[in-house]
Structure formats: C-alpha cells, structure tokens
DNA sequence: AACAAATAAATTGTCGACAATCTTATTATT
DNA sequence: AATAATAAGATTGTCGACAATTTATTTGTT
C-alpha cells in the first residue's frame, strides 16, 4: 500500500497505522463508536498511545471526536463523497498542471514506462489495475508538482479517505481500461509540457471515478 | 480573530489556541524549538496537555516533530509561501465557483451590505481592514461552498499558516483599497450566480496578495 | 592535541492512577 | 404511570513517574 514509505518508528505510528488500515479496509465499521480502553486492551499498549493516534485520526479527517464523550468513525454520505472529489478534482488538477511545469523529465519517463508496462495485464485480463496502480499513479503526479504541502495533504489526510469510501462501496468493476487509457493521455500531456490540458485531463479522469462511485452509493440505499 | 468560533472546552484546547497564536503572532519565532518540559511550567499544565497541543500543531503543518527528538516551529520560506497559496488559489477558486452556485441569497446580501459598511473607512483614511476583514470576507466564502470538507481544511490548517506569514512579514501598506475593489467584483459574480467568474477573480485575488508579500519577503533576505 | 569510547544529563515516549465529565440506572415525587 | 432528581457506572481528561532515546560531557587512547 504505502508508496509514502512511513516508517512507525514510535509505538504511536504503529498503532496510528493499524487503526487507520482496519478502518479504511472496513474492519471497523463506519460509525462505529473507538473506545480507548478497549483499543488499548486489543493492541496492547497504554492508553496513552490509543488516544494520540486517535488524535491523529482526527486530524486526517477519518474519525469524528467530542470532548468527554468520545470519537466515532466518520460516516460515509453520498455528500461527504462529492465533497472530497471536489477537492481533489481542484488540487490534483493544479497538481497535474504544476507537475507539467515542474516534474523531472527522468521521473515522466519512469511513470510513462510504468503504464506501459501495465498495458498488456489491464487490455487482456480485465483485473486488477484500480487500487495500487491507480493510487500510485496519482501519488507519482502529486510528487511531481513539487508542492511539498500539497504532498503532505493527499498523502496524509485525502487519499485515505478517498480510499476508504472505494474499498467500502466495493469498488472493482468494468472502469478498469477506460482509467487506464485517462492516464496514458495525462501523462503524454505532461511530457508535452502541456500544463493546461494536463489539468483538464485530471479534472476529468476524477470526474469520472467520482461518478463511478456515487452511482454505486446511490444504489445502496 | 475567530470567525470560526473555537469554544476551549478541554484544557488542552485552550493551550492549543495559546500556543497557536503565540506562533502565528510570532511571540514564539519561527524555527525555534518547543520544549514540552519548558511550556508545561509556562501553561501551567501537565506534559500530556502540552504534547496534544503540540500534535494538532504538527497537523496544522504549525510545527514540525521528529521522533525522539522535539518539535521545532516551521521555518517560513518563500518556497513555502508559494506553495501555500498556490493551494489558497485553488481551494478558494473552487470555493467562489461553489458559492456562486450554493450560497444562500441572505448570507450573499449579508456579505455585501458587509463590504458596504467598509467602504468609507477604507476609501479615506487607509488604515486596517487587511487583516480581520480579509479573513472575514475570505471565511464566509468558503462558508459558502457548503462543503463541509474544504471548510475544515482551510480553517483549521491554511489559514493560520497563512496568517503566519502576513504578520511575521509585517504586512500592511498599500494594497488594502485594490483588495477592497476586488472583494466587491468578487461578490458581485457570485450574486449574479456566475461561479466561472467568481472563480477567475478569486484566483487573480489571491494571486495579488501572494505577489505583494512575496516581494517583502524577496527585500528581507 | 585529536579522535573515539564511555558516561552523564536532558528530552521525549509510555505507563498506570486519579479527577472530571458524561451516560445509564435507580429512586422519589406528583 | 410519568417525570424529575439522585445516585451508580463507565468513559474521557489530566497528572506525575518511569523507561527509552537522544544529546552533551567527560574520560581514555593514540
């Protein structure tokens, strides 16, 4: 999963990082109360070490927290949903148009002869591709903007999120090759230079996912 | 200075906001380092409090932490500066264009009778409205959007940091009457509902006033 | 004197206990 | 029986102490 190597050097990091992953993946459910005591007892470690890393849940959007009463995981809403590819639709849009101007030309090549490599597995068997590929591909991106803030955003708060809401609606599904082939254009748009029509490339293949998404979560209700 | 009505509930919020403002009014200077030891007996609280504090300012992107070793301020650069209102300019473009769709007709009169009510303290004597109203104008903008996401990025994060910057460079000087026009333009697309230009004057906004304090940062060094 | 190793000091990370607050259950009153 | 007040239980917030790690100082060796 993480391209973002992060490294749990604390004991805090490591229970940060395995709460998020078993809220992310669906193991704790969504809107479900996170008891302190209980955590601590499950993970084996001071309460202490619960609460920061809950704290820092907090801070990345994934858990809702009231004073003396406690935190709950956030509940997902076809809102919610629309509202974060609405973010990311503008920040990886400018992502893409700054990664044109500023990402190294060895670095688009290695991303170019990534996708390619891709190709043969995504046009023929129609697996896979969506989760890693596509995350990593957007990553690459944001690295390339060089916007060290923007990085530390998506990688910390944003793509957790997003993915939280794709791993719980059950995303698979027939969009495989048509991303693939969004992200083939983005990147020959980047190599261009291109900046602006990078960015509208982005801006569209977001759209697209989003939508992909939302009718899935309309239909669940 | 809070629109966003922060209520401490918690003895930990209290030293958080102490020690934000302390930071971002540059009582406490950029760069340096935060002892927990130190401000415990300064708060007049226990190491707990103060290390909760000091975590919600390492997600504010206030200070940065390294395992085992402290907590120092973030140091400001121009590079720094950039990036960040690279993402103002695309948060707060996407904000106007939302507004300008979703904003209540009350809340949009609100602004402008607001803008109004300014208009002669800023046309003859020259003084203030860059800080507080700035924000003011800037806040209820997002508000506006109604995503409930963006709201929260920019309010607990962006705009504090933003804020460091303006008043660690002095910010005062000649550019509040042509921020004041430009408010008006801006509010005016969103009360015709026109988001696209909304948009592009947002955007040429913030990119103003990012010129304006990139040039006193270029003149300190 | 210069460098390396060992020791000491200081700082952060973790823990268990107590205090404050909220939630639930019980009792009292109408 | 229904509602309000009170008490009991459970959960979070805060604290001081100890452990682990880093940094500074001292000591030892060449």
Redesign the pocket.
Known sequence: MNFFQEKA??????TFFQLREEIVEGHISAGS??????L?TKY??????V??AINRLEACNIVE???????RVVTLTSEGLLELYQIREALEGMAARLAAQNMPDAEINQLSSLLKGQQDEVKQRNVYYQEAGDLDFHYRIIVGSQNQQLITMLSNGIYHLARMYRVQLGMTGPRVTTAYDEHIHIVRAIANRDGELAEILMRRHIQYSKNNIAVKLSNMK
């Not at 050097?9 to 490591?14: A, E, G, Q």
């Not at 084996?44 to 070490?49: C, I």
């Open positions: 050097v604390t004991s805090s990091d490591k109360k996170l008891s302190e005591v209980e601590s084996e470690v001071s309460r202490a070490v609460r920061e927290r009231k004073a003396n009463v406690g935190a």
